[in-house]
């Protein structure tokens, strides 16, 4: 006899877990090994090393340039939101902290949860305010693809279902867990292979793109 | 003795809406008669609670020591019709703990049952002394 | 043998009055959520109730169940249970053994038939057609199926005659297996345990017998009334829980101070059972009152959750070996495709030369 829960605390997390770290390094490592065509222009005087270009790209675009502030000010800061409301779930709470302990053995301290549901709750408003801002914006709505919508699915899904199993609303703690730990293993299988992956890729996009603009000299 | 000791025993609060339920209870039985119960043992309720609770109900005019598969207690509170009833099981521990708003608790009467089998064993008596005699 | 006397003419024989009846019924009502109306009603029904046969099969277990059942020592309220029930056949408790055991099971089966009510403990072995355990030459198997045939109700006492329990912990080698696995066409109530809160079982037969049914069960054939409450929800450890305060280890400062058990593997928040609000040995304390966390033994397969000290949160297979073995994998598919690139690159190469 075996359960919904620990279905999901046995094969389906070590089964996504393991679909999750092939693809992601499957997807690096083909990029760095990727053929690249040389740059054959003179570096420009002046440009600094690449290695520098890249990390200030990186930070740069964290913020949009001023002239168009006020134009994107929305995504900007619903995007800000989400992402620092994940990080801070994700890191932060004593059972997700316990989560990463058992597989890698580093630990740190929790947030009290009543902090945890309050980032929680903040988080799921900004994601779906994204996801409307999506649909309402005719640009965006004509280049979103079906990988958009799988990703935002993935992404909400752990946080409602978490939110559920934390404050025991709905079904039984057991089965909430065991939902809410099988969305998370949804959301490691489709990592790899769609937009999430801009985890691990905004590093090298973003640094790539800034040595080559330096490299020639282009100052944003 | 224990060298830890985990037992909860600060004031949690419950004694507040407690009260106010008891008042509650009180007045509609004052009315119409109505009587209730309340089980003290399924709250969630630590030692210091019950000993507050006890302080601020108090003791009024009655108090039954019963001897009834073990011993059991039962006091009205300072508050007329607001009985505390204490049944004791094996080993001295408390078995089960109740508030009951009501004139005389049901255990206290004596059930037909009982009185027709006292009545019959009274008679017993007298027959075989007259017998004796 | 059927008794024509009620217990209320039984127990007044022997001077136990009715109050005793209503005290009694109060214990139990209050451990049942049920209120002091039930606790009357109980009683009166309990009085003309007649002595209810039961035969108590004892499997593959360790008697820690039977011992949670009787466990008071002087004669008291919890055990008038004993005057409620005539229990026709129990191989640890009764006197008779052997042939003359087997003769008193027969007699109360043939006596209260469709009337007794079946208690079993401990698992069934299923393998090698039930050879790991038997009882006066005939295996558990045979034996449960025989005596549960005219039986009006069967109560599984113990998580290993609920749902196989340690010895059906993995790899199981006797197939071993719980009641309601054999028996379909009973009506069954489960009491799981490791063992059980002896209200529990106690509670549960007198509330069949008080009022001739069955108590309302959950989807795990469980009584509501002890099994209906989550322990992480009644614990007096939860606001720590929630203040996110833990105790890492045993003997830490965190346990000295009473902290939640969660990172030490409490398995409180799946669970349901009575501990949390009934506690034990009369109400003293329970484990996560003595610093332990819950093992959830009320819960099937308790035993094979990947550990009772690993936390909740934690994957229950290894993890470690399998990440490793698919980054390997992902890093060799990597090259792979890196190399396929190439050469489509050089083969492009050289058709835009030529
Ligand atoms: S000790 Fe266990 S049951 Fe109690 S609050 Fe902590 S996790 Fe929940
Ligand atoms: S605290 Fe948990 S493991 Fe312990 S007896 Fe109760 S249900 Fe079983």
Redesign the pocket.
């Given at each position: 006899m075996t359960d919904l829960l620990d279905f999901a605390r046995g094969p389906a997390l070590q089964f996504s877990l393991a679909v999750f770290v092939f693809g992601v390094v499957w997807r690096l490592v083909s990029l760095l090994f990727m053929p690249r065509l040389k740059d054959k222009s003179v570096k420009r005087s002046g440009a600094k090393p690449a290695l520098i270009a890249a990390v200030a790209e990186f930070f740069r675009r964290m913020l949009p340039k001023p002239e168009f502030a006020k134009r994107t000010r929305f995504t900007t800061i619903n995007g800000w939101v989400f992402h620092v409301g994940l990080t801070i779930i994700i890191l932060a709470f004593a059972p997700h902290v316990l989560f990463f302990k058992s597989l890698t053995g580093l630990t740190w301290p929790a947030l009290p949860n009543i902090v945890i549901f309050a980032v929680g709750g903040v988080t799921v408003v900004s994601l779906i305010l994204a996801l409307s801002h999506r649909l309402s914006s005719p640009v965006l709505k004509l280049i979103s693809t079906l990988d958009d919508y799988v990703t935002w699915i993935v992404t909400i899904t752990p946080v409602l279902t978490g939110l559920a199993a934390a404050s025991h609303v709905g079904l039984r703690y057991e089965t909430l867990l065991a939902i809410h730990i099988l969305s998370i293993c949804a959301l490691f299988v489709w990592f790899p292979f769609g937009k999430l992956m801009h985890g691990f890729l905004v590093f090298l996009t973003r640094g790539e793109m800034g040595a080559q603009l330096n490299r020639r000299g282009i100052e944003l | 003795m224990n060298l830890i000791d985990n037992t909860p025993s600060a004031l949690t609060g419950v004694n507040d809406s407690l009260l106010s339920e008891i008042a509650d209870r009180l007045g509609e039985f004052a009315q119409t008669g109505q009587s209730a119960s309340i089980d003290l043992r399924s709250l969630p309720m630590s030692d210091a609670d019950r000993e507050d609770l006890k302080e601020r109900l108090g003791h009024g005019e009655v108090m039954v020591k019963l001897d009834v598969a073990g011993l059991s207690e039962i006091w009205e509170t300072s508050f007329a019709g607001v009985w505390w009833i204490r049944h004791f099981g094996g080993d001295d521990q408390i078995a089960a703990e109740e508030i009951n708003i009501v004139s005389v608790p049901d255990i206290l009467h004596a059930h037909q049952a009982d009185a027709r089998a006292a009545a019959s064993r009274l008679s017993k008596i007298i027959q075989e002394e007259r017998h004796h005699g | 043998m059927a008794e024509p006397k009620t217990l209320g003419q039984m127990l007044e024989a022997r001077g136990i009055s009715r109050r005793a009846f209503l005290k009694y019924t109060s214990y139990l009502a209050s451990s049942m959520a049920l209120g002091s109306v039930a606790a009357k009603a109980m009683a009166e029904n309990l009085a003309s109730a007649r002595r209810q046969s039961v035969i108590w099969l004892s499997f593959q277990e360790c008697t820690g169940c039977t011992e949670s059942f009787t466990r008071s020592v002087s004669p008291t309220l919890e055990e008038l249970i004993f005057d409620f029930i005539s229990l026709d056949y129990h191989h640890t408790l009764q006197a008779a053994s052997g042939e003359a055991a087997e003769e008193a099971r027969h007699i109360a089966m043939r006596e209260n038939k469709g009337k007794y009510v079946v208690v079993v403990d401990g698992s069934i072995p299923t393998k090698l057609d039930g050879a790991y355990s038997t009882i006066a030459g005939i295996s558990n198997l045979q034996m449960l199926e025989e005596t549960v045939k005219d039986a009006a109700a069967v109560i599984a006492v113990g998580t290993c005659a609920a749902y196989g329990g340690i010895p059906a912990a993995a790899p199981n080698p006797t197939g071993a297996v719980g009641v309601d696995q054999l028996v379909t066409d009973k009506a069954i109530i489960n009491i799981p345990?490791?063992p059980p809160?002896p209200e529990a079982m106690t509670g549960t037969i007198s509330y069949i017998l008080s009022f001739g049914k069955l108590p309302e069960l959950d989807h795990l054939k469980r009584p509501i009334a002890y099994f209906g409450d989550n322990?992480h929800d009644r614990c007096y450890r939860r606001p720590f829980y929630e203040r996110g305060l833990f105790a890492k280890s045993f003997d830490d400062e965190g346990a000295r101070k009473g902290w939640c058990l969660y990172e030490v593997g409490c398995?409180?928040p799946i669970?349901y059972?009575a501990?949390?609000t009934l506690k034990?040995n009369g109400g003293i304390s329970?484990?996560?009152q003595s610093g332990h966390g819950?093992?959830?033994?009320?819960?099937p397969n308790?035993w094979d959750k990947g550990g009772f000290y690993k936390p909740l949160p934690a994957p229950i297979r290894d993890i470690g070996k399998v990440a490793a073995g698919a980054a390997v994998a992902g890093a060799a598919a990597g090259v792979v495709s890196a190399a396929v690139g190439r050469a489509k690159k050089k083969s492009a190469m050289k058709e835009g030369k030529s």
């Open positions: - | - | 345990g490791c809160i322990i398995k409180g669970t059972n501990c949390a034990w329970f484990p996560i819950c093992l959830g033994c009320s819960e308790f």
